[in-house]
């Protein structure tokens, strides 16, 4: 059974850091590509970032580019998110998904497996 569990969520000011990660298992973690998305209330899923299998091609959405770093740990079983400069407009529920391919996409609905989500919320 695939298993996605997310953790590092929680409440950050504006400016603040805060380090998501993603702890897979049940599937051939490096052969997968891997993303994360987040929903803020009363949105739709928006694709935030992903990573190939091997951790050598990765994207961003504008909104986050040059603040958010993906990065992968195959021996771990484990994505991360490094979410630096945060922004109110940030605040969501933050979901890791798995890809059945080695290959990453930038839309969110690319991804077959979701975790259960970590709450991310930037507020002063």
């Known amino acids: 059974e695939v298993q996605l569990v997310e953790s590092g969520g929680g409440l950050v000011q504006p400016g603040g850091s805060l380090r998501l990660s993603c702890a897979a298992s049940g599937f051939t973690f490096s052969n997968y590509a891997m993303s994360w998305a987040r929903q803020a209330p009363g949105k739709g899923p928006e694709s935030v970032s992903s990573?190939?299998?091997?951790?050598?091609?990765?994207y961003y959405a504008d909104s986050v580019k040059g603040r958010f770093t993906i990065s992968r740990d195959n021996a771990k079983n484990t994505v991360f998110l490094q979410m630096n400069s945060l922004k109110p407009e940030g605040t969501a529920v933050y979901y890791c998904?798995?890809?059945?391919?080695?290959?990453?996409?930038?839309?969110?609905?690319?991804?077959?497996?979701w975790g259960q989500g970590t709450q991310v919320t930037v507020s002063s």
């Open positions: 998904t798995a890809r059945i391919a080695s290959t990453a996409r930038a839309a969110s609905t690319a991804y077959n497996y």
């Open positions: 990573i190939n299998s091997i951790g050598t091609n990765t």
